[in-house]
């Protein structure tokens, strides 16, 4: 089996940047990042969005995130960039739900 290294973040915002959302991709795990990139364009392309301007990110990840809980943040910087942060929650005390 193959280990998923990469995955594709697209987000579309409004022409002031004062929206944004995460646009879905067919495809959002790749094996490497290289991989990943040759596809952004094409998939920001492809996407479907009415947002007038889209940005995209290809971030390295080690391929166990896929099997943990996990949190994406990101952000579209100064420079027009998006900027994507991903954390596994296993340091997060685990959630109980006490039923009678």
């Known amino acids: 089996m193959e280990q998923i290294a990469a995955f594709m973040l697209l987000?579309?915002?409004s022409s002031d940047l004062g929206t944004c959302t995460e646009v879905p991709v067919p495809v959002a795990?790749?094996?490497s990042v290289d991989a990943c990139r040759a596809d952004l364009s094409l998939q920001m392309r492809l996407s479907g969005?009415?947002?007038p301007?889209?940005?995209g990110a290809c971030t390295q990840i080690d391929s166990r995130m896929f099997h943990e809980a996990a949190t994406v943040a990101?952000?579209?910087s100064g420079d027009g960039?998006?900027?994507?942060d991903v954390e596994t929650?296993?340091?997060r005390e685990?959630?109980?739900?006490a039923s009678r």
């Open 81 to 84: 960039r998006l900027i994507v």
């Open 53 to 55: 301007k889209m940005f």
């Open 94 to 97: 685990p959630q109980r739900v």
């Open 74 to 76: 990101w952000e579209i």
């Open 89 to 91: 929650d296993h340091n």
């Open 49 to 51: 969005s009415p947002a």
């Open 29 to 31: 795990a790749y094996e």
């Open 11 to 13: 987000v579309g915002c």
